[in-house]
């Protein structure tokens, strides 16, 4: 069973910046982030493969910045230029072969 850990949530002013952080209890192919907001399907944010080929929301892009630390099984989301609509859980998301797993999601509020 894989585990995914997350942490780095929280309330933030408009314009501010969070750092997102997931560690895995393996070795993962593909890492990323979706999230929801209250109301709303949830959605892909960004992922990034072992060999950091990344993919990002077209919302999120030019502001987020996905990236991994292999050796430590651990996917980041540097989050720059945080705007309301940007407020929602973001999930940790992991694949190995045919199988997906999440993380317990954490909030993200950008209000002032």
């Known amino acids: 069973q894989v585990h995914l850990v997350e942490s780095g949530g929280g309330l933030v002013q408009p314009g501010g910046s969070l750092r997102l952080s997931c560690a895995a209890s393996?070795?993962?192919?593909?890492m990323g982030w979706y999230r929801q907001a209250p109301g709303k399907d949830r959605e892909l944010v960004a992922t990034i493969t072992a060999g950091r080929s990344t993919n990002y929301a077209d919302s999120v892009k030019g502001r987020f910045t996905i990236s991994r630390d292999n050796a430590k099984n651990t996917v980041y989301l540097q989050m720059n230029s945080l705007k309301p609509e940007d407020t929602a859980v973001y999930y940790c998301?992991?694949?190995?072969?045919?199988?997906?797993?999440w993380g317990q999601g954490t909030q993200v509020t950008v209000s002032s």
């Open positions: 393996g070795n993962m192919f593909k």
């Open positions: 998301y992991a694949r190995e072969g045919p199988l997906n797993y």
